[in-house]
């Protein structure tokens, strides 16, 4: 059953204990005035391991995740949540767990037909170096905000990437470089929305190019062959289905020379500031800031109790 504006108590949970923190803390600021404004009743709760007091001393019942990262975006606070019965925005525990793993996502989009993706390999620290042909993209597996993740064009350069990520998370994925335009695809309850381009000065959208205001530029809609942007409308779909992903996501595409989409990721818990990339979709379709977030609220869930004995 949807929050009701006149009884529900809506804690927007942000900021935790992740390296995405910072960008969680802006995201959740974000939502709690749009909520406000459109007449919720709303306490912001920075997200730490008393987590579970402060939402039952702030008699929340139902929670807004401005979440990123790890202990937010990976089924976590989403498990304690169900146990507690308090509904919840976003995926659940197990879509959750499966996107936040970059390893996981790909094993279980391997078999989905309109998902196509770049090779790759898995490292551990005692492992033998990748064998992929250079270019490769090495990343942690288990991370976003693009935080560890570095394009190694030179043989000598790799052991220090897989150095860096592993110090993030001990599996690294190393991907094929695929060249070609970044887009993304945001999906709001099996819809997608209008694909966005991402035009990156530096060529390569890293943490600087993706939180540095001036250094990079967004085209909605993407300035892309139209098969290209119904490929990847139809593939970010089919992705967030088939992670069984719920309320938002977004999807992430590199779009090479033979306009066929690659994917990248899949993001269960967005950036969800008024610039960010989903809202700015949504805008695209005459959604605003405030329509979305609400949106979102109002297909909160919580997952049925069990019978007892």
């Given at each position: 059953?949807?929050?009701?504006?006149?009884?529900?108590?809506?804690?927007?949970?942000?900021?935790?204990?992740?390296?995405?923190?910072?960008?969680?803390?802006?995201?959740?600021?974000?939502?709690?005035?749009?909520?406000?404004?459109?007449?919720?009743?709303?306490?912001?709760?920075?997200?730490?391991?008393?987590?579970?007091?402060?939402?039952?001393?702030?008699?929340?019942?139902?929670?807004?995740?401005?979440?990123?990262?790890r202990f937010g975006e990976d089924g976590c606070v989403q498990?304690?949540?169900?146990?507690?019965?308090?509904?919840?925005?976003?995926?659940?525990?197990?879509?959750?767990?499966?996107?936040?793993?970059?390893?996981?996502?790909?094993?279980?989009?391997?078999?989905?037909?309109a998902v196509r993706m770049a090779s790759d390999a898995c490292?551990?620290?005692?492992?033998?170096?990748?064998?992929?042909?250079?270019?490769?993209?090495?990343?942690?597996?288990?991370?976003?905000?693009?935080?560890?993740?570095?394009?190694?064009?030179?043989?000598?350069?790799?052991?220090?990437?897989?150095?860096?990520?592993?110090?993030?998370?001990?599996?690294?994925?190393?991907?094929?470089?695929?060249?070609?335009?970044?887009?993304?695809?945001?999906?709001?309850?099996?819809?997608?929305?209008?694909?966005?381009?991402?035009?990156?000065?530096?060529?390569?959208?890293?943490?600087?190019?993706?939180?540095?205001?001036?250094?990079?530029?967004?085209?909605?809609?993407?300035?892309?062959?139209?098969?290209?942007?119904?490929?990847?409308?139809?593939?970010?779909?089919?992705?967030?289905?088939?992670?069984?992903?719920?309320?938002?996501?977004?999807?992430?595409?590199?779009?090479?020379?033979?306009?066929?989409?690659?994917?990248?990721?899949?993001?269960?818990?967005?950036?969800?500031?008024?610039?960010?990339?989903?809202?700015?979709?949504?805008?695209?379709?005459?959604?605003?800031?405030?329509?979305?977030?609400?949106?979102?609220?109002?297909?909160?869930?919580?997952?049925?109790?069990?019978?007892?004995?």
């Amino acid at each position: 059953m949807a929050p009701e504006r006149s009884t529900a108590r809506v804690g927007v949970l942000l900021g935790g204990l992740s390296s995405e923190r910072g960008v969680s803390l802006k995201s959740g600021a974000a939502v709690a005035k749009a909520l406000r404004e459109r007449g919720w009743d709303v306490v912001e709760i920075d997200v730490g391991r008393d987590l579970p007091a402060r939402l039952v001393q702030e008699r929340v019942t139902v929670a807004w995740l401005a979440l990123h990262g790890r202990f937010g975006e990976d089924g976590c606070v989403q498990g304690m949540l169900e146990v507690m019965g308090i509904p919840y925005t976003g995926s659940g525990v197990r879509s959750s767990a499966v996107c936040m793993d970059k390893v996981a996502t790909k094993a279980a989009l391997a078999g989905v037909p309109a998902v196509r993706m770049a090779s790759d390999a898995c490292w551990r620290r005692g492992d033998p170096l990748p064998t992929l042909p250079l270019p490769v993209v090495v990343k942690p597996a288990v991370g976003g905000s693009t935080i560890g993740i570095t394009k190694v064009t030179e043989a000598e350069a790799l052991p220090a990437a897989l150095e860096a990520a592993a110090n993030l998370h001990e599996l690294v994925l190393v991907e094929s470089f695929i060249a070609g335009e970044e887009i993304t695809v945001a999906v709001i309850d099996g819809e997608a929305l209008p694909v966005v381009r991402i035009v990156p000065d530096s060529g390569f959208f890293d943490y600087a190019a993706k939180y540095t205001k001036g250094l990079t530029r967004y085209e909605v809609p993407a300035a892309i062959p139209a098969a290209s942007a119904i490929a990847a409308q139809r593939a970010a779909v089919a992705a967030v289905a088939a992670v069984d992903g719920s309320g938002l996501c977004r999807v992430d595409f590199i779009v090479p020379a033979d306009g066929d989409p690659v994917m990248l990721e899949v993001n269960t818990l967005p950036g969800m500031t008024p610039t960010s990339l989903s809202p700015m979709a949504a805008g695209a379709v005459g959604v605003s800031f405030g329509e979305l977030v609400e949106r979102i609220l109002l297909g909160a869930h919580v997952m049925a109790a069990e019978a007892s004995g």
